[in-house]
């Protein structure tokens, strides 16, 4: 089983930047993609990022291209999400996930999930 503990939330104001952290513990083995995603209040919750064990393959939604880059540290356990330039339609939980590839991530899917950390941008 997958432990995964999200960071690095909290309030900005527009177009500043934040960095959540995703650490993970358990059995977290090798090879699983790791994503991010949000949910906002009164949506429903919607992909942001997902990148590949090896970094190869990285995907964004449209709404975020540009402004936010996903990375990991393997070494570590830990996925990261920088996002630069806030907007107000940011506001959100963002949860991290695991899985076993970038496209189920893409489609909305992981096998485990954080408890999410609060990122609100005021205008």
């Known amino acids: 089983q997958v432990q995964l503990v999200e960071s690095g939330g909290g309030l900005v104001q527009a177009g500043g930047s934040l960095r959540l952290s995703c650490a993970a513990s358990g059995r977290t083995g090798t090879g699983a993609a790791m994503g991010w995603f949000r949910q906002a209040p009164g949506k429903e919750r919607e992909f942001v990022a997902t990148i590949s064990w090896n970094a190869v393959r990285i995907y964004y939604a449209d709404s975020v291209k540009g402004r936010f880059t996903i990375s990991r540290d393997n070494a570590k356990n830990t996925v990261y999400l920088q996002m630069n330039s806030l907007k107000p339609e940011d506001t959100a939980v963002y949860y991290c996930?695991?899985?076993?590839?970038?496209?189920?991530?893409?489609?909305?899917?992981?096998?485990?999930w954080g408890q999410g950390t609060q990122v609100t941008v005021s205008s």
């Open positions: 996930a695991g899985g076993p590839g970038t496209a189920t991530m893409r489609s909305g899917f992981g096998d485990y």
